[in-house]
C-alpha cells in the first residue's frame, strides 16, 4: 500500500547545527504535507506545512523543501537548540481540505548534543 | 486559549476490562478525530467527527471499539474488552476549517493506556 516513510530513525546534531529531517512519500495525490514536532509524554505539535504547489517554504528557523519528482519531503532546523530534541513526523494529506485525513510517517527522533 | 484537553492521561487495566477515554477540543471546533498511536510509530487515524456525525471510523475495530460525540462537543472513545495489544496512547485533536483552506490539527497530550 502507499506510506509515508522516514529515512532515519535517529539524528544528532551538535548544538548550533543545522538539522536536517527526510521523508519519503509514495501517494502522488498528495497535496498537502506538515511537519509534526512531538515531546516526551505530549501530542504532536504543528510545525510547519507546504502544499504540492510549493517547492519551498520558510518559518522562523524552520524549512521544508518538497521534491516532487522524487516523492520527498525534508525540514531544515537551522541552529538546532536543545529545546529542539524531539521525535519529528511528516504527515500527508489526500483530502480536499487541508488538515483532514492525515497519514503519519513514522517518525525521526532528533538529539541536540550541548 | 486551552488546548485540547484529554482525561485520564495515563489508565492501566487487565485484559479483558473496559476503559474509555474523554475529550474536549477547542472551543469552537467543529471536526474531531481520535487517533492510535504505538511507541515509536505515528498516530493512525481511528475515527473523525464533523460536529456530532461520525464521517470516517474505517479504521475503527468496531467489535470492542466505540465512540460518541452526542452534542458535537466532548467525545468519549471506549474500549470493552480490552486486549494486550491495545497498549498505546490514544490521542485527541481538533480544528476547524477556516476561510481559505486552514484546517490545521491541534492535539491533546493523550492518554496512555498500559493493558497487563
Known amino acids: 500500500g502507499e506510506s509515508v516513510g522516514l529515512h532515519l530513525p535517529t539524528l544528532s546534531v551538535q548544538e548550533g547545527d543545522n538539522s536536517i529531517i527526510n521523508c519519503a512519500y509514495s501517494n502522488s495525490a498528495s497535496d498537502y504535507f506538515i511537519w509534526y514536532k512531538q515531546e516526551s509524554g505530549k501530542g504532536p505539535q504543528f510545525i510547519i506545512d507546504?502544499?504540492?504547489?510549493?517547492d519551498k517554504r520558510q518559518g522562523q528557523r524552520v524549512t521544508v523543501l518538497l521534491n516532487k519528482t522524487v516523492k520527498h519531503l525534508s525540514l531544515q532546523i537551522a541552529a538546532t537548540q536543545p529545546g529542539d530534541s524531539a521525535v519529528y513526523f511528516c504527515a500527508e494529506n489526500m483530502g480536499n481540505n487541508a488538515g483532514n485525513m492525515l497519514t503519519f510517517g513514522g517518525g525521526t527522533r532528533l538529539m541536540v548534543k550541548p | 486559549e486551552a488546548g485540547v484537553v484529554q482525561s485520564p492521561r495515563y489508565k492501566i487495566i487487565e485484559k479483558k476490562q473496559p476503559v474509555a477515554f474523554w475529550c474536549n477540543p477547542i472551543?469552537?471546533?467543529?471536526?474531531l478525530y481520535w487517533y492510535l498511536q504505538n511507541l515509536g510509530q505515528g498516530p493512525e487515524l481511528l475515527i473523525r467527527?464533523?460536529?456530532?456525525?461520525?464521517?470516517?471510523d474505517s479504521q475503527l475495530p468496531k467489535d470492542r471499539f466505540s465512540a460518541e460525540r452526542l452534542k458535537g462537543v466532548d467525545s468519549t472513545l471506549k474500549i470493552q474488552p480490552a486486549e494486550l495489544g491495545d497498549s498505546a496512547v490514544y490521542l485527541c485533536?481538533?480544528?476547524?476549517?477556516?476561510?481559505?483552506?486552514?484546517?490545521?490539527?491541534?492535539f491533546g497530550p493523550g492518554t496512555r493506556l498500559t493493558v497487563l
Open positions: 485533536a481538533s480544528s476547524s476549517l477556516l476561510a481559505g483552506g486552514s484546517n490545521e490539527q491541534f
Open positions: 472551543s469552537g471546533h467543529n471536526t
Open positions: 467527527y464533523e460536529n456530532e456525525e461520525a464521517v470516517d
Open positions: 507546504i502544499r504540492s504547489n510549493m
